[in-house]
């Protein structure tokens, strides 16, 4: 929320360079400051890091020996499709054809922050991008559903994060002999993250990005080390890291404030085969409960404000700081400069006007 009121900011920020004069640069010195403090403050509020505590909760989590996943009613997991249990790993899918498998937790998640540490493994016989399709983490108000969304069903309502093993578009682009510019072109497997509100389609052809709010590269596939995933909502801030080279160390992938998630909703895992396949298996998936603090006025506001339907705010400035179609840090630039250009003329506009009436007027009283 902090990042997005100071982001606010940074846009308004144009408007006054071009409402100058001489009576209101005063103002504009208040303003600025006014800017300046509220970026200094919203950075401070951005650390989330400070007073927080984190709990395992095992009714969310999963991990060895799996006891009585799969076999017992009453175990916290239910499987779906293909899925297979082994002392050493669940495995959504096998290295086979046209698979999808999936665990999803039987209890509703009522945490307002949380993380969830994935402990994941994808592999098998396919070469590089001749495998396929990837996995998903969920947290959403539908559960045990299938699908073609890594296993899952389309307009699903809540937060996916996919491990995306083959690319669809670039492949589909490469059919017809066109080419991505360096900057657009994606090097998979790809993670992305992806709200949906039960009306919105995951477009697989496009490998999702129609609807993403971020994503980054991870080559996770046939790795002898361990890989993990990381997602953690707070404050209604989505941040998703990974950790795949072995080094113990927290990449991040995306982080984005306003993320509207309701309560109540399910955990889950699934996967995916077509043509293409691999291995996908979950090793562990451990969730956290977050305590942060909170003022009175957080509290009340967040009371008042009850999330019924996933929304993400200013999803359009997100897509445009992903730049969709294809907005070159050169086009940003050229972009920027020529707003700056246009913001001067008009000054300069403005005061001739401004000098022609004054000196009219002047002619007026003599
Ligand atoms: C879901 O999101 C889409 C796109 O943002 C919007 O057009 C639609 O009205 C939303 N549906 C609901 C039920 O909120
Ligand atoms: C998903 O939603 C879109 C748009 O609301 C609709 O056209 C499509 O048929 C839906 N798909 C499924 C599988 O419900
Ligand atoms: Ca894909």
Redesign the pocket.
């Known amino acids: 929320m902090a990042a997005a009121s100071s982001r606010n900011h940074c846009r308004g920020c144009k408007l006054p360079f071009c409402l100058i004069s001489r009576e209101e640069k005063m103002l504009l010195k208040l303003y600025w400051t006014f800017v300046f403090l509220v970026f200094i403050a919203s950075r401070c509020l951005a650390d989330d890091d400070h007073e927080m505590e984190e709990f395992l909760k095992r009714e969310y989590s999963l991990f060895k020996p799996y006891q009585g996943v799969g076999s017992s009613g009453s175990s916290p997991w239910e499987l779906m499709g293909d899925v297979m249990v082994t002392t050493d790993q669940v495995r959504l899918t096998p290295d086979l054809q046209s698979r999808q498998g999936a665990v999803w937790s039987r209890i509703p998640c009522h945490l307002k922050d949380w993380e969830m540490q994935v402990h994941f493994k994808i592999h098998g016989q396919g070469k590089k991008n001749l495998n396929g399709d990837g996995l998903a983490i969920w947290y959403t108000k539908e559960r045990m559903q299938k699908g073609p969304v890594f296993g899952n069903m389309d307009n699903f309502t809540g937060l996916g994060v996919f491990v995306d093993t083959y690319p669809n578009e670039e492949k589909f682009i490469e059919a017809q002999k066109k080419r991505y510019t360096p900057r657009t072109q994606r090097i998979f497997p790809f993670v992305l993250a992806m709200v949906g ?4 389609s995951y477009n697989h052809e496009r490998d999702g990005r129609p609807t993403e709010l971020g994503g980054c590269n991870a080559m996770v596939r046939n790795l002898k080390h361990d890989t993990f995933l990381f997602i953690r909502y707070v404050r209604r801030r989505l941040t998703v890291m990974i950790d795949i080279d072995g080094q113990h160390e927290w990449r991040d992938c995306l982080d984005i404030p306003g993320v509207r998630l309701p309560q109540g909703y399910y955990f889950g895992a699934s996967a995916l085969t077509g043509d293409l396949s691999d291995n996908h298996d979950i090793i562990s998936l451990k969730l956290y409960q977050l305590t942060v603090f909170r003022s009175q006025k957080e509290e009340e506001e967040e009371e008042e404000d009850v999330i019924t ?1 996933p ?1 993400v705010d200013n ?1 359009e400035l997100i897509r445009l700081g992903q730049g969709e179609e294809g907005m070159s840090g050169i086009a940003v630039f050229f972009t920027v400069l020529f707003s700056l250009l246009g913001c001067i003329f008009l000054i300069v506009i403005g005061l001739v006007v401004y000098s022609h009436w004054n000196e009219s007027r002047r002619k007026r009283f003599y």
């Open positions: 509100n039960g009306s919105i339907i929304s999803m």
